[in-house]
C-alpha cells in the first residue's frame, strides 16, 4: 500500500464511530412526543380536509341559491313586462 492509501484507509476506520453515532438515533422507536406530534399533524390535516369539504358544500349552494334568484328574476321581468309595468335594471 502506497501511504496516501494508508492514510485513507485510517481515516475511513476512525469515522466508522462518527457515522454509528449518527445512524444509530435514526434507528431508535419514536418517543412518546414524537408520536403525539404525528397524531396532532394527523388530526390537523383531517380537520384541514373537514373545512375544504365544508367549504365545497357552501359553495354548492351558494350557487344553487343564485339560480333561484335569477330564475325568480326572470319570472318578475316577465310577470312586469306582460303588465305593462317598468322593472328598473
Known amino acids: 500500500m502506497t501511504p496516501s ?3 485513507r484507509r485510517i481515516r475511513a476506520v476512525k469515522l466508522w464511530p462518527v457515522i454509528a453515532l449518527v445512524l444509530v438515533p435514526g434507528c431508535a422507536p ?3 412526543q414524537d408520536m403525539q406530534t404525528a397524531q396532532a399533524l394527523q388530526d390537523l390535516g383531517d380537520a384541514y380536509n373537514d373545512i375544504r369539504l365544508q367549504q365545497q358544500e357552501m359553495q354548492d349552494q351558494l350557487d344553487s341559491l343564485r339560480l333561484v334568484v335569477a330564475r ?3 319570472v318578475i ?3 312586469a313586462n306582460l303588465a305593462g309595468v317598468q322593472v328598473p335594471p
Request: net charge positive; hydrophobic share 35%.
Open 72 to 74: 325568480r328574476d326572470s
Open 5 to 7: 492509501r494508508a492514510a
Open 30 to 32: 419514536p418517543s412518546q
Open 77 to 79: 321581468r316577465i310577470l
